[in-house]
């Protein structure tokens, strides 16, 4: 299967909305996000601002998953990253890591750094980022709950000089 990771369209909003609100997924993702609200035009509106930068990941051409950039700030050259892997079919065999370095490698906004936050239960999140090149950097004790009150863990990657 070939691996292609390109910039999220206005045609993928209703998909990406999907995987945002599905049961599975929402308790994985901030607080901003967890209550399943997410709709096409909210999608669409995000894909226009300038202090994120969204991409869908596909195998094959077929969209499985999502990677953004959030909170992008050109001129120090960092921003935060989320993402979901929305495809059932595609989980469990290295998708998302693969995704990531892609993107990451390409660095398409010519960032210096990029981090990333996993609340503490999430193991395969944070597997898939170890596996992108990341490092675990610290926690936020408490600041995730979801089923209980749990440590938000920082990551990093540094991409440039």
Excluded at 14 to 43: C, H, K, Q, Y
Excluded at 54 to 62: G, K, P, Q, S, Y
Aim: overall charge positive; hydrophobic content about 50%.
């Amino acid at each position: 299967m070939t691996l292609a990771v390109r910039a999220a369209e206005p045609a993928d909003a209703e998909r990406i909305a999907a995987w945002l609100n599905a049961d599975w997924a929402r308790g994985f993702l901030s607080s901003n996000l967890r209550a399943g609200l997410m709709t096409a035009p909210l999608i669409r509106a995000a894909l226009r601002r300038t202090d994120q930068s969204w991409h869908v990941a596909a195998l094959d051409e077929a969209p499985v998953g999502l990677i953004v950039f959030d909170s992008v700030d050109r001129e120090d050259g960092v921003a935060n990253l989320w993402y979901t892997l929305g495809e059932a079919a595609a989980r469990g065999h290295g998708t998302m890591p693969a995704a990531l370095d892609l993107l990451l490698g390409r660095n398409p906004l010519g960032l210096h750094v990029v981090t990333a936050w996993i609340g503490a239960p999430n193991r395969a999140s944070q597997r898939c980022l170890e596996k992108a090149g990341f490092r675990r950097i610290g926690a936020i004790s408490g600041a995730f709950v979801v089923a209980g009150r749990h440590d938000r863990i920082l990551f990093e990657r540094v991409l440039g000089p």
